[in-house]
């Protein structure tokens, strides 16, 4: 492994000892971003510490770093998005000073955020126009993001209000937002998160095609193998300073980890579940959307028992939300006993009773549903936790302030305190925590979409090995993920989601990327007929009769 290049030719462009950006070769096209002494302190944590680093035109640089290392900073300091205290900015050989996104969209500088930058109340249309010249009309954007929709394989409705999308299909606004500004620099922070690996493919054509033609990235992932596959260069960030550089081709996935975190993470132990009693029964869940952009549930069948893990793979925004929303009890149009939770039918619950019931709730979205974003972290236990609730409804601060010291002490978050904000979080120590709140309040039924999204390796390992954890001491686990690898490593049992309906269960052992990948297009019919009438070729239409 080569961490720190000694040559030039091994590794981009280096700052000048005095902090100015280095000379092009003779012939060679200055260095497309060029970084030198960055530093960003906050009252909690200085953030970047003395970070420099050199893009070249066309290069895919990875920054790397676990949870809290500084790496989205740094990303909205070139974006003019954050000022640094101290450091330059060289853009195309000319240093420049960033003071916000609009100067970085006219300099050619775009960015995918991991904690998205939509209104809620507008269109995709309009959300991406306002980051767009304002010479072209509504409708013209509106047919753009149909084409490069089309283009790259990230469906999406120009007309849809952003409030109706689920975080999936929200980060594909984001990448199509970006992509229309036609930049010279790409910034992308965590844009595979909650993509599926199909739609991952057809991002890194786009990428490397866009890389071709002589656009820079910089890449923020914790997916080492993605890193590996796309990244020509590699800054590798650790406590807001530079660690290492390398060149992630010849990496594996453990050195990079030993790059990033000072170790490999733990393997995940996974026994062969104990299954016990039902805690959670659906059946025949048929709900009409409330959106006219959302999905029908059709006839949804699940039962998650003690003692295991079920998972839901899926394509984004094919009920997911509409499923999790009637399970939680954010939906309340059930029929009582299509959902029943420890033998009690809760379908017209709120989800104040069914946590009463042992219900415990990990939604997708960080910001504004799993945590609000201005309250200290001790009194977000309050969302889901009524312990420290005293007789006539007076808050014991000091229980509140100690069990929020202990999940940041147990799941490692880094935060400032109890107290700290939630918004002062990166977005995978945020998720740390909200995991870690949930998986403390010791639940019967423990519900959670994307647990890992946006976490760093060490983290997700520790998040996954808290789930089969829970699971082992008789827990009922239910897991909705976009990334089959931790739906593989999790689940004991595996169901798809396509089109508001839900495929029967399929054990682990029996499933494969391949069947699962056929089955979210909603093809599992044939495959279960086929398992249950072994010796029975399938009888083919009569003539004239409709197929």
């Given at each position: 492994?080569?961490?720190?290049?000694?040559?030039?030719?091994?590794?981009?462009?280096?700052?000048?000892?005095?902090?100015?950006?280095?000379?092009?070769?003779?012939g060679s096209p200055p260095a497309r971003l060029v970084l030198a002494g960055i530093t960003k302190r906050y009252p909690a944590v200085v953030a970047n510490s003395g970070v420099s680093l050199a893009v070249r035109p066309g290069e895919t640089h990875a920054?790397?770093?676990?949870?809290?290392?500084?790496?989205?900073?740094?990303?909205?300091i070139i974006y003019g998005a954050v000022k640094p205290d101290e450091g330059t900015v060289a853009f195309d050989g000319r240093e420049v000073q960033v003071r916000n996104p609009q100067e970085a969209r006219a300099l050619g500088i775009s960015m995918v955020f991991q904690h998205f930058s939509?209104?809620?109340?507008?269109?995709?249309?309009?959300?991406?126009?306002?980051g767009l010249d304002k010479s072209q009309r509504l409708p013209e954007v509106a047919r753009r993001i149909e084409a490069k929709a089309a283009e790259y394989g990230l469906d999406i409705d120009p007309a849809r209000p952003v409030h109706t999308l689920s975080v999936g299909e929200m980060q594909r606004v984001e990448i199509i937002r970006a992509l229309l500004t036609d930049p010279k620099l790409l910034i992308l922070d965590e844009p595979t998160s909650v993509l599926t690996p199909q739609a991952v493919e057809k991002l890194f054509v786009v990428l490397r095609q866009l890389a071709r033609e002589g656009c820079s990235i910089l890449y923020i992932s914790h997916k080492l193998h993605e890193i590996r596959e796309l990244c020509t260069a590699c800054t590798v960030l650790r406590g807001g300073k530079v660690t290492g550089v390398c060149n992630p081709a010849e990496e594996s996935n453990a050195s990079l980890s030993r790059l990033m975190i000072g170790a490999e993470?733990?393997?995940?132990?996974?026994?062969?579940?104990?299954?016990?009693a039902a805690v959670l029964r659906v059946r025949g869940l048929s709900l009409e959307r409330e959106s006219p952009f959302g999905v029908d549930l059709d006839r949804v069948a699940l039962e998650v028992r003690a003692g295991e893990v079920v998972g839901i793979a899926g394509v984004s925004g094919n009920g997911q939300k509409e499923l999790l929303y009637a399970l939680s009890g954010e939906d309340t149009r059930a029929e009582p006993a299509a959902v029943a939770i420890a033998g009690r039918p809760a379908g017209r619950m709120g989800p104040g009773a069914r946590r009463a019931l042992g219900l415990h709730f990990v939604p997708?979205?960080?910001?504004?549903?799993?945590?609000?974003?201005t309250l200290g972290l001790a009194h977000n236990l309050l969302l889901t936790r009524r312990d420290a609730v005293a007789g006539g409804g007076w808050l014991r601060v000091g229980a509140l302030e100690r069990q929020a010291r202990d999940i940041i002490e147990r799941f490692k978050v880094k935060a400032g305190g109890p107290?700290?904000?939630?918004?002062?979080?990166?977005?995978?120590?945020?998720?740390?925590?909200?995991?870690?709140?949930?998986?403390d309040a010791e639940p019967k039924l423990l519900i959670v979409s994307q647990p890992t999204w946006g976490v760093d390796v060490g983290a997700a390992a520790q998040i996954r090995g808290e789930i089969l954890a829970l699971r082992d001491a008789g827990c009922a686990v239910l897991v909705v993920s976009e990334e089959l690898d931790e739906l593989f490593e999790l689940s004991d049992r595996m169901h798809v989601m396509a089109k508001g309906r839900l495929s029967p269960a399929l054990p682990r052992?029996?499933?494969?990327?391949?069947?699962?990948?056929?089955?979210?297009?909603g093809l599992w019919d044939a495959d279960v007929f086929d398992a249950s009438h072994?010796?029975?070729a399938r009888p083919a239409p009569q003539e004239g009769a409709a197929c």
């Open positions: 492994m080569n961490a720190f290049p000694t040559s030039l030719s091994a590794a981009p462009p280096r700052p000048a000892p005095d902090g100015r950006p280095p000379r092009a070769g003779p920054v790397l770093g676990e949870n809290g290392a500084g790496k989205s900073t740094l990303m909205k939509l209104f809620d109340t507008l269109t995709v249309a309009e959300n991406v126009w306002l993470p733990p393997a995940l132990q996974h026994r062969p579940a104990r299954a016990g997708e979205e960080r910001l504004g549903r799993g945590a609000v974003p107290n700290a904000a939630a918004r002062s979080l990166s977005g995978g120590n945020l998720q740390k925590f909200i995991v870690g709140r949930e998986i052992a029996e499933a494969t990327v391949e069947k699962i990948g056929q089955w979210m297009s072994p010796v029975q």
